[in-house]
């Protein structure tokens, strides 16, 4: 038997060339987003706002069509949702495909101003100057806005409010418009539109969530603004 294994083993090994790997294969690119399909920003918002305001004030726009348009502005949940809001509007696609800053959205005024109410409440009221967004958030507590006598810098106010076993209450005057949209789970959102029959007038958006909780806004009976077009 070992002179079998011997010349098995003086026998010469067949060289065999081994095939190469597979290269792996590339990895899927993702396909680039559409600029239509992107989450549209607050800037975004407010700048499609400011652009359906200039053409109210033109005339180009009814207080009506322009009150449509902006509850659609605050709905939009992507670019492309806004830019038709502005096509008929001369150098509305322009300026909103150039991404040009509002001269309100700009400086502080742009940064929202937040109310929080935790296990206590806040307050704002007085001669006070509100901001282009105001976030309000309660929770087992209470915010209070009180825009009566506020000094209104900016011709559109929005207000996002979440009730959270609380309360949010805000007041306006009576001769501005008044719009709102919102949900409640166990708890009510309760917005007392209102149109303004200037149409320069101050318009201010409420939107709200309320989870075992409420948040309400309404004018305030005799209180007014003296000056619209200050």
Same mark, same amino acid.
């Given at each position: 038997?070992?002179?079998?294994?011997e010349?098995? @083993?003086?026998?010469?090994?067949?060289?065999?060339?081994? @095939?190469?790997?597979?290269?792996?294969?590339?990895?899927p690119?993702? %396909?680039?987003?559409?600029? %239509?399909?992107?989450?549209a920003?607050?800037?975004?918002?407010?700048?499609?706002?400011?652009?359906?305001?200039?053409?109210?004030?033109?005339?180009?726009?009814?207080p009506?069509?322009?009150?449509?348009?902006?509850? %659609?502005?605050?709905?939009?949940?992507?670019?492309?949702?806004?830019?038709?809001?502005?096509?008929?509007?001369?150098?509305?696609?322009?300026?909103?495909?150039?991404?040009?800053?509002?001269?309100? @959205?700009?400086?502080?005024?742009?940064?929202?101003?937040?109310?929080?109410?935790?296990?206590?409440?806040?307050?704002?009221?007085?001669?006070?100057?509100?901001?282009?967004?105001?976030?309000?958030?309660?929770?087992?507590?209470?915010?209070?806005?009180?825009?009566?006598?506020?000094?209104?810098?900016?011709?559109?106010?929005?207000?996002?409010?979440?009730?959270?076993?609380?309360?949010?209450?805000?007041?306006?005057?009576?001769?501005?418009?008044?719009?709102?949209?919102g949900?409640?789970?166990?708890?009510?959102?309760?917005?007392?539109?209102?149109?303004?029959?200037?149409?320069?007038?101050?318009?201010?958006?409420?939107?709200?969530? @309320?989870?075992?909780?409420?948040?309400?806004?309404?004018?305030?009976?005799?209180?007014?603004?003296?000056?619209?077009?200050?």
């Amino acid at each position: 038997m070992s002179g079998v294994d011997e010349q098995q @083993a003086q026998q010469p090994v067949p060289l065999t060339k081994t @095939a190469p790997a597979p290269a792996p294969a590339p990895a899927p690119v993702a %396909a680039p987003v559409a600029e %239509a399909e992107i989450r549209a920003s607050d800037a975004d918002r407010d700048r499609i706002a400011d652009i359906l305001r200039e053409a109210l004030a033109e005339g180009r726009l009814d207080p009506e069509e322009h009150a449509e348009r902006i509850d %659609a502005v605050y709905r939009a949940k992507t670019r492309g949702e806004l830019e038709p809001l502005v096509r008929d509007v001369p150098a509305g696609p322009a300026r909103a495909a150039a991404g040009l800053p509002s001269d309100a @959205a700009s400086g502080p005024a742009g940064d929202p101003e937040n109310l929080v109410a935790v296990f206590g409440g806040a307050v704002r009221k007085g001669r006070w100057r509100p901001r282009r967004r105001t976030h309000a958030f309660a929770v087992f507590g209470g915010v209070e806005i009180d825009l009566t006598e506020a000094v209104f810098e900016q011709r559109e106010i929005v207000i996002q409010a979440w009730a959270v076993f609380g309360g949010v209450e805000i007041r306006v005057p009576e001769n501005v418009t008044l719009h709102g949209s919102g949900s409640g789970v166990f708890g009510g959102v309760d917005v007392a539109e209102h149109e303004a029959p200037d149409p320069d007038a101050p318009v201010i958006r409420v939107s709200g969530f @309320a989870l075992f909780g409420g948040v309400e806004a309404k004018p305030k009976r005799g209180k007014r603004v003296k000056n619209l077009r200050s």
